[in-house]
């Protein structure tokens, strides 16, 4: 009966050392700070691409707000080329009454 016991007692410590159940003493502080030397790291990365991706979009409405300017001052232009090519055809279909005068500004 006592070897039954000592062989149950020797199972049930063999089972623990094989289910990790006891550990070896490992220390496992140095794989914590390298992973949070990691997080860190990883942080400080993500705070840059944040203010890349505002500085970008700052950029980008910038480039939007010169492109309206731009097409409005592009349509004054056509309006104002519109304007004196008909001013031009009106000019050159009516006979010129005085020839050293003309209403081309």
């Given amino acids: 009966m006592l070897k039954r016991m000592n062989l149950g007692m020797v199972m ?37 691409k944040d203010q890349e991706i505002k500085k970008l979009q700052t950029k980008l409405g910038d480039q939007a707000s010169a492109l309206v300017k731009a097409e409005s001052e592009k349509r004054d232009l056509s309006d104002r080329l519109s304007s004196a090519v008909a001013k ?12 050293d005068y003309s209403d081309i500004k």
């Fill in 12 to 48: 049930v410590v063999g089972f623990a050392f094989i289910s990790g159940c006891a550990t070896t003493g490992r220390n496992y502080q140095p794989d914590i700070d390298s992973l949070n030397s990691r997080i860190t790291s990883l942080q400080a990365e993500l705070s840059s």
């Fill in 88 to 99: 031009l055809d009106a000019a050159s279909k009516k006979p010129a009454e005085n020839p």
